[in-house]
């Protein structure tokens, strides 16, 4: 039964804000959290339509951030709130924020004009029809009038959009070629300057354990060894994120988007990336030209490089496994046999891990069941009361029955060692799904094969 | 070569909006038509009429056979079609060959639905890949929506649900072809104002590979459309367009998407990180902010149209309450817009590009033979 999601992410927030800064007051410090943020997306709501001096409206400088370490985000620039040209930069190394940007002068304000030739039919017809008695008993449909100018964000780049494609990738495990991520060697000081130049940052945020590392393990070392070296050119292709390891980069912007010849061909300088910062995460995502050009601003840096395609792969490759994994272990439950290949596919879909530690209890005796677990890795042991009954390994499930019924767990489970499973709560399940009784019912619950369900320890009769 | 689709009436049974089977609503699309895909065609036997569009990958030029003697404007029966011209180096060079051969292939699949822009035929020659479409003269419904500001909700269901029953057909009805590029640039009008969708530059058939379905993890789409899956390179599905819609009913309601910005780093990051919020001005319905969020759903568990029910789960949701669906599929009323057209080639409705200069890079003799084998089938 999972709690919803905005939720979840204001508590998460919080605990963090709470680990930061170890209050003594806990429940004055929770009571402040809560009234900064509603009156931070209060703001948000408000200034989306009053405040045309934010580029970013949706980002409003919050009034009460510092006191919770939250990024300031007062200054402005054109690429709006808290972001440097390649939105790559860690909190604490950001080299844009705090100041006023000499660019708030470029902030571009684009409205729509208004087209004189009015090119549609005056009277559009009236909408009615296939919308059936309904739309009859209402006011005749018309479309707006243009709407006053307070409610629409001048901000908004109103021309058309297009579209936008990385280069397409296959698993290998499609195409029977092993493929086995690029490692650089790195000391454990680098890996951990590495980690933390990255975590905040929303690409790599998600990451489990195993894709990090392997992440971590393929960036690639690049010395740059002299003042004034350009290393992206604003307006090139681009196809690699950096981290700086050491010394630091200038960023300019030439406003007309590529640098231009002559001696201020590069642009403004629109800030500097220190060590830690990080630049040209656009890259990871598809090849769209750079919106900066970053130049060295001392001798002997070193960055750290990752290429898209390297990126992009190792997110794939571990993504496939992985669900390839949960479905070869759903297809060994027998009360979800019935199921169709389809069917199983959208509930490997959901599953979520959780890992447990050696002594964890997962399930406990007497809790009513509410969802299904599957051991992904390390090992666990069913207990009634003192007595061991049943262990577990790599791809043995329990709790199944809970998908049924929410009768009481009639054992406990607990992790033997380090436990990843797979899990999957009823309601999930039904809202993929439809209701269980019909699905799992589909044909009766023999229990066959591994013989753990014959005797599901969890399952009281 | 003139047939049209218009002609192609289902002959449902009655159904109950809301409560519809998604499996009945859809003889119309599979109304067989033949698709004289193999007549082969040159560019010698069009004449180009001008520019209708243009986007990453392609320019789209209404066209009219070279045979046409009759002046455009006087001719009440033109014969007319949409060109889509694709540069094999460009292709090449965009890492597009595997998209622009799901293009042509899913076109042909889904030829003759009523709101999908119909594929009459496909060729190409030494520099360039040809898609010969119907022409829809009514423009894009991204020009009315910038024109109007927004939309009444009214209006906003009527479009939003003929969406719904293409997607219902590509989702479920089409075997799991995703679209992947919903948005109101990609949205024609018929000259009677209904929705014809356009562009299957990213449509691709998911299908099942050993009868599993299979999720796909190319990033493609429009930056304020992604789903956050997609930007997160989790492997995507037909989903991601249930997404899309929320995202294209907000912005219908409200004339700008929920997520934007001048950095297209900051879309992403508010896409996978923030939840859509609604301004106080326009004033929007509870049902379209509860539609809206629903298909905004970062859990795809939980997102509408991916859930148990499909498509037919997002036809009983209360937003579209009223609508007859069936009415809709055959096309009985037209549509609350309807474009001014005044001969069939009039390309009024359409923006003004400037055409082609020509440049570009050569397509060498080195590249043909490295990659023509991948464009044997257009
Ligand atoms: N059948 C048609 N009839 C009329 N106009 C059309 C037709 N097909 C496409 N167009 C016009 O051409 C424009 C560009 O076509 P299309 O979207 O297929 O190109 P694209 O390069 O794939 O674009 P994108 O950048 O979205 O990927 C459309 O937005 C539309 O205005
Ligand atoms: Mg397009």
């Known amino acids: ?461 | 070569m003139a047939a049209t689709v218009a002609e192609t009436q289902p002959a449902t049974p009655a159904l109950s909006a809301g409560m519809a089977s998604s499996h009945q609503l859809h003889q119309a699309g599979n109304a067989p038509k033949p698709l004289q895909l193999t007549r082969t065609f040159k560019l010698a036997d069009f004449t180009r009429v001008r520019t209708l569009g243009t986007g990453t990958f392609a320019r789209v030029c209404l066209v009219r056979p070279a045979s046409a003697t009759v002046p455009l404007e006087e001719d009440k029966n033109a014969e007319v079609y949409a060109l889509k011209i694709l540069k094999k180096t460009e292709v090449i060079k965009l890492k597009q060959i595997d998209h622009v051969r799901h293009e042509r292939a899913v076109l042909a699949d889904v030829a003759g639905h009523p709101f999908i822009t119909n594929l009459q035929a496909s060729f190409s020659d030494r520099d360039c890949l040809y898609l010969v479409l119907d022409y829809v003269p009514g423009g894009e419904l991204f020009s009315y929506l910038r024109k109007y500001r927004r939309f009444d909700e009214q209006v906003a269901r009527f479009y939003a649900a003929e969406i719904v029953l293409v997607l219902e057909y590509l989702h479920e009805k089409q075997g799991g072809v995703a679209y992947r590029d919903l948005k109101p640039e990609n949205l024609l009008l018929d000259r009677d104002g209904h929705i014809k969708l356009a562009d299957f530059g990213f449509a691709k058939r998911l299908g099942y590979k050993d009868d599993r379905p299979v999720e796909t993890y190319t990033l493609c789409g429009t930056p304020e459309y992604l789903a956050p899956e997609v930007i997160h390179n989790k492997g995507h599905t037909t989903a991601v367009d249930w997404w899309a819609l929320g995202i294209l009913i907000y912005e219908f309601l409200t004339g700008y998407p929920p997520f934007w910005h001048q950095n297209p780093i900051e879309i992403y990051k508010q896409i996978v990180e923030k939840p859509v919020v609604f301004p106080q001005e326009p004033h929007i319905s509870d049902e379209a902010k509860d539609i809206i969020k629903s298909f905004c759903t970062l859990d795809r568990s939980r997102r509408l149209g991916n859930i148990s029910g499909g498509a037919g789960r997002v036809k009983a949701h209360p937003f579209f309450h009223g609508v007859n669906w069936e009415d809709l599929l055959s096309r009985r009323q037209p549509g609350p817009i309807i474009p001014p057209i005044r001969y069939p080639g009039d390309a009024q409705c359409f923006d003004m590009y400037p055409e082609d200069d020509g440049k570009g890079d050569v397509y060498t003799a080195e590249l043909a033979n490295k990659y023509d084998q991948y464009f044997e089938d257009f």
């Not at chain 1, 208004?114 to 018309?142: V, Y």
């Not at chain 1, 010395?223 to 196809?239: E, H, L, N």
């Open chain 1, 1 to 461: 039964m999972s709690l919803p999601e905005a939720y979840q992410l204001e508590i998460q927030a919080l605990n963090k804000q709470v680990l930061q800064t170890c209050p003594s007051d806990i429940l004055q410090f929770c009571a402040d959290f809560f009234n900064s943020r509603l009156a931070t997306e209060r703001a948000a709501s408000i200034s989306l339509f009053r405040d045309r001096g934010t580029p970013s409206p949706r980002f409003p400088p919050s009034p009460t951030s510092h006191h919770f370490g939250m990024m300031s985000s007062q200054f402005s620039s054109p690429f709006g709130a808290n972001a440097n040209p390649f939105g790559g930069s860690s909190s604490n190394a950001n080299p844009f924020g705090g100041s006023a940007s000499p660019m708030s002068s470029s902030v571009m304000h684009r409205v729509v004009e208004e087209d004189e030739n009015d090119h549609l039919a005056p009277g559009a017809s009236m909408f009615s029809g296939a919308f059936g008695g309904d739309a009859s008993t209402e006011a005749p449909p018309t479309l707006r009038a243009p709407p006053t100018a307070d409610s629409y964000p001048a901000q908004y780049n109103f021309s058309r959009r297009t579209s936008v494609s990385a280069e397409s990738l296959k698993p290998s495990a499609d195409s029977y070629d092993n493929w086995t991520p690029p490692f650089t060697e790195k000391t454990p000081e680098q890996v951990e300057r590495l980690k933390c130049a990255i975590e905040g940052n929303f690409l790599f945020s998600h990451l489990d354990d195993e894709q990090s590392a392997q992440i971590l393990g393929a960036l690639v070392e690049k010395p740059i060894p002299a003042r004034g070296i350009k290393v992206i050119s604003q307006g090139d292709a681009g196809d690699y994120f950096y981290v700086v390891e050491r010394g630091s980069f200038d960023v300019y912007v030439n406003d007309c988007g590529f640098i231009e010849p002559g001696p201020d061909g590069l642009g403004n300088k629109v800030g500097t990336i220190q060590a830690g910062g990080s630049f040209g995460e656009l890259a990871l995502m598809y090849n769209a030209p750079r919106a900066a050009t970053i130049i060295s601003a001392e001798g002997s840096c070193t960055l750290w490089a990752l290429d898209r395609v390297t990126f992009r792969r190792i997110l794939m490759e571990s993504t496939f496994a992985r669900r390839r994994m949960y479905e070869n272990f759903l297809e060994e439950v027998p009360i979800l046999s019935s199921l169709t290949p389809y069917e199983r596919s959208k509930i490997s879909d959901a599953l979520e891990t959780q890992k447990f530690a050696p002594g964890d209890v997962i399930i406990h005796e007497g809790d009513p069941g509410h969802s299904f677990y599957l051991l992904e890795s390390g090992e666990a042991a069913a207990y009634k009361g003192e007595e061991k009954v049943l262990s577990y390994k790599k791809g043995d499930f329990f709790g199944e029955l809970a998908l049924l019924n929410d009768a009481p767990r009639a054992a406990s489970v607990i992790a033997t060692s380090d436990v990843k499973v797979a899990t999957l709560g009823k309601n999930a399940f039904q809202r993929l799904l439809g209701p269980v009784e019909g699905l799992l019912r589909r044909t009766r619950y023999q229990g066959v094969k591994t013989g753990v369900e014959e005797m599901d320890p969890l399952h009281t009769e």
